[in-house]
């Protein structure tokens, strides 16, 4: 079946870096993905959707300067943290979009635990 | 603005006994519902999806059902075992060129005792 790979899984880094986060469609094209971010107890937020070779579409509230979104293959989007602090520890999961035959599939993958110190 | 609600934040029961999880919406009009499950530390897994005029869907012990006049769907586990002890979300889709933007509830953690 369809597979989503995303990458670190898990991520400590200190206060002021950078973290890039990967999400991969490991056997088919995904025009569009997700980024969502989850807090400890509480739902998936939806962050942005990322469309391959345009800009990624943000949500209301999230800083695209500080979540940049890079979509530059139809198998490949990253988010990049910029300047991390310890309230941007959480849990980020990102889906994709792909259109098989007569329908269309989502596909989730497995999260990165960002913490910040 | 957009409500999703999980009827409870967790659910005990004992082995063998069936679930049911409620997930109450407002101010939307989905076309799709769909539920997945969450083990700590993981992403999400689809298990079922529904869509707008479709009142009962099932799969192996799963059911859901959909209720658009009520705005609210169901989510049954029948013969539970405490392997389906996961966090339970549920969450709606426009559809359309928005498919697959979802809007999640709280989800309800749910417990199954042997």
């Known amino acids: 079946g369809a597979v989503v790979s995303q990458h670190p899984s898990r991520v400590i880094c200190k206060s002021g870096t950078s973290v890039k986060i990967e999400c991969r469609s490991l056997?088919?094209?995904?025009?569009?993905m997700f980024w969502y971010r989850q807090f400890p107890k509480k739902s998936l937020m939806l962050m942005a959707t990322?469309?391959?070779?345009?800009?990624?579409?943000?949500e209301q509230g999230v800083e695209k300067d500080k979540f940049l979104i890079n979509h530059a293959s139809l198998t490949l989007s990253t988010l990049t943290v910029t300047s991390a602090h310890p309230e941007d520890s959480s849990f980020y999961i990102c889906?994709?979009?792909?259109?098989?035959?007569?329908?269309?599939?989502?596909?989730f993958g497995s999260g990165t635990q960002l913490s910040v110190l | 603005s957009q409500k999703i609600e999980q009827n409870s934040e967790a659910l005990n029961i004992q082995e063998g006994k069936t679930a049911t999880l409620t997930c109450n919406y407002t101010n939307y009009s989905p076309a799709y519902l769909q539920w997945y499950r969450q083990d700590p530390g993981r992403g999400p897994v689809f298990l079922l999806l529904?869509?707008?005029?479709?009142k009962e869907k099932r799969k192996e012990r799963l059911k859901v059902t959909f209720d658009t006049t009520l705005k609210q769907s169901l989510f049954h586990i029948t013969a539970s075992q405490p392997a389906d002890s996961a966090t339970y979300l549920c969450?709606?889709?426009?559809?359309?060129?928005?498919?697959?933007?979802?809007?999640f509830g709280q989800g309800t953690i749910l417990t199954v005792h042997p």
């Open positions: 990322s469309n391959e070779g345009s800009k990624a579409t943000y």
């Open positions: 529904i869509r707008e005029n479709e």
């Open positions: 889906s994709a979009r792909s259109y098989r035959g007569s329908s269309e599939k989502l596909f």
């Open positions: 056997d088919f094209q995904a025009t569009t």
């Open positions: 969450a709606l889709d426009a559809g359309g060129t928005s498919y697959g933007k979802l809007t």
